[in-house]
């Protein structure tokens, strides 16, 4: 898109963007259900082990979105260019397979971090604009006067998100530019 601003981030970005906050609030929902089951389970087991199991589970969880992501952008590409060969950018390679390749488990580890950062800054920007917590404030929010807080939240986190994934698009094209000098 040859005449598409290049503060904008183009419709791949907003795509992307809203694919990835999509999958982690599934995925923290899903979490957050299986996370129940299994405190139920582990309540069974001695203290000991209880407080080790949570650990594993609260590591686990906090590492899922970066597999999940590697192994959804895996078989997404994978069907694109199976399906869909016109829509493969060049630069990148397709890894036959059901195991992730190296990108995609890049592309993991980058949607983890731009789920947290688009998380903190839109946090960050409400606790700015919204007004102190007091009683008065907590009332209105209750008798839903005040605009759904997680919908402006996960809007904020979405234009957040493209343009994170804009700036990575951005620094890959130029060190391949660099790499060809």
Same mark, same amino acid.
């Given at each position: 898109?040859?005449?598409?601003?290049?503060?904008?981030?183009?419709?791949?970005?907003?795509?992307?963007?809203?694919?990835?906050?999509?999958?982690?609030?599934g995925?923290?929902?899903?979490?957050?259900?299986?996370?129940?089951?299994?405190?139920?389970?582990?309540?069974?087991?001695?203290?000991?082990?209880?407080?080790?199991?949570?650990?594993?589970?609260?590591?686990?969880?906090?590492?899922?979105? /970066?597999?999940?992501?590697?192994?959804?952008?895996?078989?997404?590409?994978? !069907?694109?260019?199976? !399906?869909?060969?016109?829509?493969?950018?060049?630069?990148?390679?397709?890894?036959?397979? /059901?195991?992730?390749?190296?990108?995609?488990?890049?592309?993991?580890?980058?949607?983890?971090s731009?789920?947290?950062?688009?998380?903190?800054?839109?946090?960050?920007?409400?606790?700015?604009?919204?007004?102190?917590?007091?009683?008065?404030?907590?009332?209105?929010?209750?008798?839903?006067?005040?605009?759904?807080?997680?919908?402006?939240?996960? !809007? /904020?986190?979405?234009?957040?998100?493209?343009?994170?994934?804009?700036?990575?698009?951005?620094v890959?094209?130029?060190?391949?530019?660099?790499?060809?000098?």
């Amino acid at each position: 898109m040859q005449n598409w601003p290049s503060w904008i981030p183009t419709p791949r970005f907003w795509v992307n963007a809203i694919a990835l906050i999509l999958l982690i609030i599934g995925l923290q929902h899903a979490i957050a259900y299986l996370g129940m089951i299994l405190f139920m389970l582990i309540n069974l087991l001695p203290k000991f082990i209880f407080v080790k199991l949570i650990y594993l589970f609260t590591l686990i969880a906090q590492l899922c979105p /970066i597999i999940v992501v590697a192994f959804v952008h895996h078989w997404l590409h994978g !069907f694109l260019d199976r !399906f869909f060969p016109e829509s493969r950018v060049t630069e990148t390679e397709s890894a036959p397979g /059901i195991f992730p390749s190296l990108l995609s488990w890049w592309e993991g580890l980058y949607g983890w971090s731009v789920n947290i950062l688009s998380t903190v800054i839109a946090f960050g920007i409400l606790g700015l604009f919204l007004p102190s917590p007091d009683l008065f404030n907590l009332l209105t929010l209750f008798k839903n006067e005040v605009p759904h807080l997680p919908t402006i939240s996960i !809007f /904020i986190q979405v234009i957040i998100a493209a343009y994170l994934y804009q700036f990575e698009y951005l620094v890959h094209q130029h060190l391949i530019a660099a790499a060809r000098q």
